[in-house]
């Protein structure tokens, strides 16, 4: 605790320095005067709990000071010291509030005994200030949470009052970190927003699931908000706040019963970051698009995660990066409209990559294809913030498979066709669905085939698919009909004419002769 000592008499000033221990008594001196305007102009700056002040000093007197002081805030409190025990200036001295009148010469003892009344005072006035303080910011933190979940009913004019809610303007901000690898920066808002909040009048802060809620009041706070927004989009500054967090907002509303729709709109763009581009760290409430149920609608999900695994892994065998990213751009597209939650899209990718890991792996069997195990690809989406870094490691992860998998002997697009058709042929492999992988129409792919091969696309397929057949039946624990079956033939009879016409008999006589 300050205490400031005014006296116009130096060796006044002097003793009451030394005359009792002051830290024995929690003060410390922080500093002297020897005028009224002196010790006056001390008083507001300095702000001190206690003023020892002599009633009759020059140029203002010490009730003058105490007058002023008290006229412009100061709730400090004083004890007089005068060598004149009139009693007309000890009730004009009580009725400003102070504490002790004192006649010179001054009393040890009278004086110790005045100082730590006044300290106990104090003190006693800070337990009720940080109570009242405690009940304020619990009675606060609860309404606070009310109005953003739409029950602003019940809440007094007074209470807004009290409690600084009352603006003409309102909008709700929240901010989280921007991804994992960003540390929980030391930032103050207030500074942030270059505003004071004194009394809260600027913004409130509550804590809603884990997040840190802004309600700013005010034209001057909501203008500061847009324009460190301005400021951050055309000149981002690296290493500032805001490289560290993300932010939402909500619309402006302009009464209290309406902050939960401002509140609404930054709570379901928390949700959007997902979608987020790279180094975005604000959404606001103007950036929400209109979901669309029909865009991959639950009942179709299985169906969509097989035809998305398909394409891709007919894309990364044929080494199309162009379709590769079409196809990723679309998935994206898709996403961003889908009525999905964001654990619900994770899941989504998560079954796309590994039904491609899946069809790659039972199609390369013998080849070492670099898959990560299925437990590190879960975590490391299910861990991502962003859509753009799963979208980015599919693309990084499906490079990696083409280079691994690529005709090794590829000089022409023939080559790379009948290293797809060797890998492929358990499929359901039809020229017109082969020929848009590689970027050509089917007519003219079969006559460069023919022309190439020396044999059509069906009869190399069926001829592969024989051989295929030949060397499977070498196994005598598999049935005829599961041969065909992996030999890419649905259909059990016309497998066996399939094999007799290119082998001359049948695959139960070939099988004898082994």
């Known amino acids: ?159 807004q009052r009290d409690l600084h809610l009352s603006a003409e303007v309102y909008q709700v901000v929240i901010h989280e970190r921007y991804n994992q690898d960003s540390f929980q920066t030391l930032w103050n808002f207030a500074e942030l927003l270059r505003v004071t909040n004194q009394d809260h009048n600027s913004f409130d802060h509550v804590v809603m699931d884990k997040h840190d809620i802004f309600l700013l009041k005010g034209t001057f706070a909501a203008d500061r908000f847009d324009s460190l927004l301005h400021h951050y989009d055309v000149n981002p500054q690296k290493g500032s706040p805001l490289d560290s967090l993300f932010l939402t907002y909500g619309r402006k509303v302009y009464r209290l019963e309406d902050i939960c729709l401002s509140y609404q709109d930054a709570s379901r763009l928390l949700n959007r970051r997902f979608f987020c581009e790279p180094n975005q760290h604000v959404l606001g409430y103007g950036d929400l698009p209109p979901l669309d149920n029909s865009v991959l609608p639950r009942e179709s999900w299985n169906e969509k995660t097989m035809e998305y695994s398909r394409r891709l892994t007919d894309y990364i065998q044929t080494q199309n990066r162009t379709r590769i990213a079409e196809t990723l751009k679309e998935l994206e597209s898709n996403l961003y409209h889908t009525s999905m939650d964001i654990p619900e899209i994770k899941h989504y990718l998560i079954d796309i990559y590994l039904q491609v890991k899946q069809n790659l792996t039972h199609t390369y069997s013998n080849m070492d294809v670099p898959f990560s195990s299925n437990a590190t690809i879960i975590d490391f989406i299910e861990n991502q913030y962003y859509l753009y870094e799963i979208l980015q490691y599919f693309s990084e992860h499906f490079e990696i498979c083409m280079n691994a998998i690529g005709s090794p002997s590829s000089k022409t697009i023939i080559d790379d066709i009948l290293y797809y058709i060797n890998h492929n042929y358990r499929e359901n492999l039809k020229l017109e669905t082969i020929a848009p992988l590689f970027g050509y129409n089917s007519s003219y792919l079969g006559k460069i085939f023919t022309r190439e091969v020396g044999e059509t696309f ?3 397929l069926d001829r592969i698919r024989i051989e295929r057949s030949q060397e499977l039946l070498r196994d005598r624990t598999l049935k005829v009909y599961e041969i065909a079956e992996k030999a890419g033939y649905k259909n059990v009879d016309y497998f066996h004419k399939k094999f007799k016409k290119l082998v001359g008999e049948s695959p139960a006589e070939y099988r004898k002769k082994l």
């Open 458 to 460: 069906n009869s190399y």
């Open 1 to 159: 605790m300050k205490v400031l000592i005014a006296d116009d008499e130096s060796v006044v000033l002097e003793g009451l320095k030394y005359i009792i221990d002051w830290d024995a008594l929690g003060f410390s001196i922080c500093s002297q005067a020897s005028n009224g305007e002196e010790t006056l102009n001390k008083i507001l700056n300095l702000h001190p709990e206690l003023v020892l002040l002599d009633i009759r000093m020059p140029k203002l007197s010490g009730i003058e000071i105490i007058q002023t002081a008290r006229e412009k805030g100061f709730d400090g409190h004083f004890i007089i010291l005068s060598g004149y025990s009139d009693f007309t200036y000890a009730q004009t001295a009580i009725r400003y509030g102070v504490d002790f009148y004192l006649t010179k010469p001054i009393d040890e003892d009278e004086l110790i005994s005045a100082v730590t009344s006044v300290r106990n005072s104090i003190e006693e006035e800070r337990r009720e200030k940080d109570s009242f303080n405690r009940y304020r910011e619990n009675a606060l933190d609860t309404i606070l949470r009310n109005l953003m979940i739409g029950k602003a009913s019940g809440i007094s004019s007074a209470t």
